[in-house]
């Protein structure tokens, strides 16, 4: 099976703008969480989708959203960039709910805001 | 604060040697996972331990659970040049009706094997 793929895979932009990233998880896998990735905070849950649900959220500003779409292809997406959102953003599916199956990560989208 | 705390937070060994990682974590758990994490890319799952059962292996790799200590410990015997990486655990913790829970991150190890 192919794994979990992310694009765009490094992205560059400047405050204030918005961007959006994509995840395709593992055929057969529903649920899909987003992760991001700082230095500094370590790894930090975003949110969880479920059949084009959102299940669960992190403690992020509302400059955070995300979807899933039917297929179970999800984008994430965060308005009025700031500095502080330059971070790797990783995407993981799993077959069931999140506290009980493993994850599957995506290689990441390497995002830099200046 | 982080559910899961490792240690030590840095690592540094000959190959051949076995490295130990421990993790602690602060409320029930329904599981324990450890993943390792190449520079700057994705995580790898590496095993998953539930919270009824205490030891678990897979190939070179031997995860332990103390739930009464609320503890874990990864053990990679004969390391070599290609474990280097940051190995990381988390905790998945059960939510209310209507919630999935969540899976929990510590800080991570940093793992370095030199040759």
């Known amino acids: 099976k192919a794994g979990v793929t992310q694009t765009p895979r490094y992205l560059i932009k400047t405050r204030g703008q918005q961007v959006t990233l994509s995840c395709s998880p593992i055929s057969g896998h529903r649920s899909v969480s987003w992760y991001q990735q700082t230095p500094g905070q370590g790894l930090q849950f975003l949110f969880e989708?479920?059949?084009?649900?959102?299940?669960n959220k992190g403690n992020f500003p509302g400059r955070f959203s995300g979807r899933q779409f039917s297929n179970s292809r999800s984008e994430m997406n965060v308005s009025t960039l700031e500095l502080g959102d330059s971070a790797l953003y990783l995407c993981a599916s799993s077959l069931g709910e999140l506290a009980s199956y493993e994850q599957y990560f995506g290689p990441g989208t390497r995002l830099t805001v200046t | 604060s982080q559910q899961g705390e490792e240690d030590p937070q840095a690592l540094s060994i000959q190959e051949g040697e076995n490295a130990t990682m421990n993790c602690s974590y602060k409320t029930s758990i329904n599981n324990l996972q450890w993943y390792r994490q190449n520079s700057g890319r994705g995580l790898v799952h590496l095993i998953l331990i539930r919270s009824n059962e205490r030891e678990k292996h897979s190939g070179r790799l031997r995860v332990t659970l103390d739930t009464s200590k609320k503890s874990s410990s990864l053990l990679i015997t004969a390391s070599r040049a290609a474990d280097t990486a940051s190995y990381f655990c988390?905790?998945?913790?059960?939510?209310?009706?209507?919630?999935?829970?969540?899976?929990?991150f510590g800080q991570g190890t940093t793992l370095q094997v030199k040759p």
């Open positions: 989708y479920f059949s084009e649900t959102q299940r």
């Open positions: 988390a905790t998945g913790v059960k939510g209310g009706s209507g919630n999935t829970g969540k899976l929990i």
